[in-house]
């Protein structure tokens, strides 16, 4: 189920499914796998913002890599403005990248260190034949000024600035190509709290000018409530709660999703607010249990969860969530 939206979906994802296979023995037979991603649906409409949180190994990176196809899904349908993503032969996929751009979580392990800031703009505009040799140096001058970076550090390289703003480049060469998509992995995780707040409002200020439309992935829920439009929350591979971002911050369903936002820091200890403290550990995703993959860890199980995995279903405007609990029918009432 994707989240309501009057706007055109520019990216639609449809049960993508990534299993990474575990090969033992000297001929390398399939003893298993590691279902990383299980089954992912959700849809962005065209110039807003989804953010995919979750804990670390809930898939949320592999998705993101999956719908540029720098990692080949399992199974699943992946739909840009139309275009059968995965369906696509390597020549149609190359010239269907320049639409399509990734902002990785490191910027400083993500910029070759042996080029300048010049080189690496230029590299990109080159390699889609964007801007003939004697107009690149104007169009790298114009693609720094954008993302906030002085004209006269062209020629310098990464190692001589700081993490904000080799991250500014690495958005930078995230534009060059005009992409109409930019799957952002953590981009903020590395920085300051300072300089993450001006990374967002650049990366907030660059999508109301270009029109930019954003699968955000993140952790930090107080980053992901401040840039997004929607919020899927993934837990093993899967999305367990997605709505419009004020629905699920505000009146949370699932316990997981409770879980997490019970976790973000408040400025005033003495609010009030209940921490949830979430018992075991996650399962491994090799051997992922029955059911509803959260219920060895959730306080309010029933017995249909140990054996029956819920489905998306709606349980307001905007808002859909995979609980026995709570997607039951007369469980609506409940949210807030």
Known sequence: MNPPATNHALLTVTDL????????????????????????????????????????????????????????????????????????????????????????????????????????????????????????????????????????????????????????????????????????????????????????????DLQDRLGLTYLFIGHDLSVVQHISDYVAVMYLGRIVEMGSAETVFQHPVHPYTKALLSAVPVPDPRGGKQRIILTGDVPSPINPPSGCFFHPRCPDRQNACTSTAQSLVEVGSEHCVACHVHAAPGSISSIG
């Open 17 to 204: 499914v990534k299993h990474f296979p575990i090969r033992k023995g000297v001929f390398s037979r399939v003893s298993g796998a590691v279902r990383a991603v299980d089954g992912v649906s959700f849809s962005i409409p065209k110039g807003k913002t989804l953010s995919l949180v979750g804990e670390s190994g809930s898939g949320k990176t592999t998705t993101g890599k999956m719908i540029l196809r720098l990692i080949e899904p399992t199974s699943g349908a992946i739909r840009f403005d139309g275009i059968d993503v995965a369906a696509l032969p390597k020549p149609e996929l190359r010239a269907l990248r320049r639409r399509m751009q990734f902002i990785f979580q490191d910027p400083y392990g993500s910029l070759n260190p042996r080029m300048t800031v010049y080189a690496v703009l230029a590299e990109a505009l080159a390699a889609h034949n964007l801007a003939p040799r004697g107009k690149r140096r104007a169009r790298v001058l114009e693609l720094m000024d954008l993302v906030g970076l002085p004209p006269e550090s062209a020629d310098r390289y990464p190692n001589e600035f700081s993490g904000g703003q080799r991250q500014r480049i690495g958005i930078a060469r995230a534009l060059a190509v005009e992409p109409d998509l930019i799957v952002a992995d953590e981009p903020v995780s590395a920085l300051d709290v300072s300089i993450q707040a001006q990374i967002l409002n650049l990366m907030e």
